[in-house]
């Protein structure tokens, strides 16, 4: 049966790799979101936080034989401290200025992390195994899935859902809100604000490093595969609405599924989809589908 006139198993087809790949967009966008709608920082070195999480699981396993799961925790805890002690050091003496510095800052570190990656392990990819476990294939009959893809997809979804429960249903996350609108207030009560912000950025960065950690499989670990992604994220980010956790995760998994439908009916436009959904998006609604109008 023809969709459209595509057959159905292409097009479910790639609905169901658009996801995969909606899966990554989702989990890279949510620390993204979380950093800028906590701390106000256009975090231009989320895409090396990625990066940084598929070295530090290529690495590990390199050089001290640790396996996939155990990376699976240890990496975005690496990257988590490592945005730590950026925060603590760097990010802490702009926050009062204009935004253009966190940029700048930012995007500093993304040529220091990357030329450091390239020199230190070439600028080829280098291959990162399956997990034995999730090596098998699911027959959906329209395709043949990979387990592992699923597996992302499922890794996402909890990831999502966790991170927006922790933000918007915690007391946690009722002190983070807290502590960006009204630190001072905050303050008073005995809330050590700027320990929240800098566990805050940890955390965004630890998400960004996970999302690396599941990409490293399928893709070639290499010093540009979190420059590959960052301008489609930040794209996800506006679509979503800036700061909206919710928003930028159901809309990277959402363009996600665009982007693979775009691949069957005009696969010339499926790199710019993201960018005419975000374009289209700030004409009707300039807060993102899930942002809130500032007064």
Request: proline share 4%; with cysteine.
């Amino acid at each position: 049966m023809d969709i459209f006139g595509i057959p159905h198993q292409a097009l479910l087809g790639q609905i169901m790799l658009g996801l995969v790949n909606g899966a990554f967009y989702a989990v890279l966008s949510l620390g993204l979101a979380v950093i800028f709608g906590l701390l106000r920082i256009v975090n231009f070195a989320h895409g090396a936080f990625f990066m940084l999480g598929a070295f530090v699981a290529f690495l590990i396993g390199r050089h001290f034989g640790i396996g996939y799961w155990p990376a699976m925790i240890l990496a975005p805890l690496a990257v988590g401290l490592f945005g730590i002690l950026f925060e603590r050091f760097a990010l802490r003496r702009i926050y009062k200025l204009d935004q253009l510095y966190g940029l700048f800052l930012t995007f500093g570190l993304v040529l220091i992390l990357e030329g450091g990656f390239r020199v230190a392990m070439g600028s080829s990819g280098h291959p990162f195994p399956t997990p034995a476990a999730l090596r098998g294939v699911f027959d959906l009959g329209f395709m043949i899935l990979p387990v592992y893809r699923a597996f992302v997809i499922l890794m996402a979804v909890i990831v999502c859902a966790g991170t927006w429960i922790v933000i918007e249903k915690t007391r946690m996350g009722a002190y983070l809100r807290a502590a960006t609108e009204r630190p001072e207030l905050t303050q008073a009560f005995g809330i050590n604000v700027p320990i929240l912000l800098t566990l805050t950025y940890g955390a965004g960065v630890a998400l960004a490093g996970f999302a690396g950690v599941l990409a490293a499989p399928i893709q070639h670990v290499n010093p540009s595969m979190g420059s590959d992604l960052v301008i489609i994220v930040f794209a996800i980010v506006v679509i979503g609405g800036l700061g909206s956790v919710l928003g930028s995760a159901v809309t990277g998994l959402g363009l996600g599924v665009i982007e693979g439908l775009a691949k069957v009916y005009y696969s010339e436009a499926s790199t710019t989809v993201v960018f005419l959904v975000m374009a289209l998006v700030l004409l009707l609604r300039p807060a993102g589908l899930f942002g809130r109008e500032e007064n």
